[in-house]
């Protein structure tokens, strides 16, 4: 389990992201956009992740277009580097907790997802209680943030902001949330039992792949997603157990609908990694997962490490 906090430029002024860190926090949420309307970030972004905080942003909803709402989340938090986070709507007042609430989050948390990102939902243990169903029903995928103070959520959270009411090193504020959970990641595979700030920042990123697939060819290997960060280059490189691997493709996908890249030009043609060797590619900035398409008859590790 990790801690963090979420901020609001407008009541939190953080001036030490360094003593943030040291005090144990390992991620951040900036409140970045209201409604229609942008919310200052003051750089936050990138000053909490040079002190190796994981940080997102989040929106707080008005009643109008959820779609563009969402919207104005994603660029927002793509252009102040804040997207190491699932993208967050904040359901609250003016909202109740009703069909016309779940109706505008199923259509922001589709819009966040349909961006490339994975949504976050934020709301108290009343709102979700009621909209939580139906929105995990038709947003499987969305990261659940749920805020209850005294007392646990009675609900079924990755995320709980169990108080509003935090003194916290380097920031100068009467008050700030607390947080506790899964470091909700923005990507595959960083939502989920013992996730933390080390997925995201992985100084030497280790994975144990399982064996499978097969010599079919393409359509009968199998896929693992290795999770990246989009704002640094990546080394991948793969070492086989007592049997070679055999990759058929890598590709890398981009937040912006675009592919990063293939280093396997031809899937027939695929790279055959030797027992005891290693085959390495390099995965360019901007690329926010890796789809590594291969078979093996025995298990083996893959590095991922930022360049």
């Given amino acids: 389990m990790a801690d963090g906090i979420d901020v609001f ?16 926090y390992e991620f951040c949420y900036v409140k970045v956009s209201d409604g229609d309307e942008n919310r200052p970030d003051n750089g936050y972004g990138p000053g909490g992740r040079a002190a190796r905080l994981a940080m997102g942003a989040y929106h707080y909803a008005q009643f109008g277009d959820p ?10 938090a793509v252009a102040a580097e804040l997207t190491d986070l699932a993208p967050a709507l ?9 069909q016309t609430a ?12 349909a961006r490339g990102h994975r949504p976050c939902l934020y709301g108290n243990n009343t709102m979700l209680s009621t909209v939580l169903a139906p929105v995990k029903a038709a947003v499987p995928e969305t990261v659940v943030w749920a805020a209850r103070y005294g007392a646990a ?12 009411s935090g003194s916290v090193p380097g920031i100068t504020a009467s008050a700030v949330d607390l947080n506790r959970g899964v470091v909700p990641g923005n990507m595959p595979g960083l939502v989920g039992p013992g996730s933390s700030i080390a997925t995201l920042y992985p100084e030497d990123a280790m994975a144990r792949v399982p064996k499978g697939g097969s010599a079919g060819g393409i359509g009968s290997a199998l896929n693992y997603q290795l999770a990246v960060s989009m704002l640094r280059e990546h ?6 157990g007592d049997l070679p691997v055999v990759l058929y493709a890598s590709y890398h996908w981009a937040w912006d609908a675009g592919t990063g890249g293939n280093p396997v030009e031809d899937p027939n043609s695929p790279v055959v990694v030797p027992v005891q060797g290693s085959y390495s590619y390099i995965v360019p ?4 997962k890796v789809d590594m398409l291969y078979w093996s008859d025995d298990d083996f590790t893959v590095l991922v490490a930022p360049r």
């Fill in 9 to 24: 430029t407008k009541y939190q002024t953080v001036y030490d992201w360094s003593a943030v860190r040291r005090a144990g």
């Fill in 153 to 164: 959520p009675t609900v079924t959270y990755d995320i709980w902001q169990w108080s509003s």
């Fill in 67 to 76: 779609v563009a709402q969402a919207d104005r989340l994603v660029d927002r």
């Fill in 285 to 288: 900035k901007g690329t926010g």
């Fill in 235 to 240: 080394d991948v490189i793969i070492a086989p």
């Fill in 102 to 113: 779940i109706d505008f989050a199923i259509a922001f948390l589709r819009q966040v997802a």
């Fill in 90 to 98: 904040d359901l609250e007042d003016p909202f109740s907790p009703n």
